[in-house]
């Protein structure tokens, strides 16, 4: 049999499927595959804002960049900036994942308890999701604002002096992670109010039966009941927060100095900020981002299987 006939043999039982993922597939080859491999061949360039292809005038000037192999990668990872991006990036994700979940947990804990006004207070929680996260952010900055904002308004009314929010590196570190964790809370506690309603109530009516107290309900039976949404709600709130490009740029634009930099923020720096551009840097930064990020999906996939779990 020819490989051309084995091939209509394996997509004649399921050519309608097929066709309905065939436009998706295209348009995702189109705005993702595209320039994932466009990236990836600027990382192994020596391409800038002086030897890319450009239009002056009438007059075209072809690309004289060369390709350099993985010179870029070896300047990135022998340079300290790109460790210190990354130590900073890893301590920021890790309080705003871990501080997201905490809360989400929380609030979703008291939520799922008959509750006056609960319908209220869910839709109160949600808002923050709702609305466009550049609002938010500039409504953050006003309040940070170290002479008008009302946060500074608030402290020196009570006797407290101001605080430099945004102009002193602990307070702009600790200011960045407050606004993410307000904005990746409600997506915490959707999912994890979703989760806490399909765990048996039979469950809680036996374990109180036996004497177990509320702690003990909640570590044994809450807490593993809610094991697979949490990894899974941890594993995208980690992508999205490692990549959390609008919260450091809109609120500090990685300030003050570069003490709230983080890996995808400077990587932007260098292709639009900077002078001259560095597009083979980087795009490098960016595949090094996309390889961390793959990492962390791979081993949280095998923690999964080994407890068991499907991904």
Not at 185 to 203: C, H, K, N, T, Y
Not at 237 to 247: A, E, H, K, L, R
């Amino acid at each position: 049999m020819t490989l051309a006939a084995r091939v209509r043999r394996a997509l004649a039982p399921h050519w309608y499927a097929w066709t309905m993922v065939a436009p998706v597939t295209v348009v995702l080859g189109v705005i993702i595959g595209f320039p994932l491999v466009r990236g990836v061949h600027l990382s192994l360039t020596d391409a800038d804002e002086a030897n890319v292809a450009r239009d002056i005038g009438m007059n075209h000037l072809p690309a004289t960049y060369h390709f350099t192999g993985l010179d870029t990668y070896r300047a990135i990872l022998t340079d300290s900036v790109f460790w210190g991006r990354l130590g900073w990036t890893v301590v920021w994700t890790v309080a705003c994942v871990g501080l997201t979940y905490l809360i989400g947990l929380g609030l979703a804990t008291l939520l799922n308890r008959p509750l006056r006004g609960r319908t209220g207070y869910r839709l109160a929680l949600i808002l923050p999701w709702a609305l466009p996260a550049f609002v938010s952010v500039f409504t953050w900055r006003m309040l940070f604002n170290d002479r008008n904002g009302l946060l500074n308004s608030v402290l020196t009314g009570g006797g407290i002096g101001a605080i430099p929010w945004l102009n002193d590196p602990t307070w702009a570190k600790l200011a960045v992670i407050a606004v993410n964790v307000w904005l990746g809370v409600p997506f915490m506690l959707v999912a994890l109010l979703g989760g806490l309603q399909s765990l048996p109530g039979e469950l809680y009516e036996a374990a109180e039966m036996d004497g177990a107290g509320p702690w003990q309900r909640f570590r044994y039976i809450t807490l593993p009941g809610l094991r697979t949404v949490s990894s899974t709600v941890i594993l995208l709130s980690t992508i999205w927060t490692f990549n959390m490009f609008p919260v450091i740029f809109l609120l500090t634009r990685g300030g003050p100095g570069d003490a709230t930099e983080i890996l995808v923020t400077y990587a932007y720096r260098l292709s639009f900020v900077d002078s001259p551009r560095d597009f083979s840097g980087s795009a490098a930064w960016g595949v090094l981002i996309l390889l961390l990020l793959s990492a962390a999906a791979v081993l949280h996939r095998r923690a999964l299987r080994k407890q068991g779990e499907t991904w």
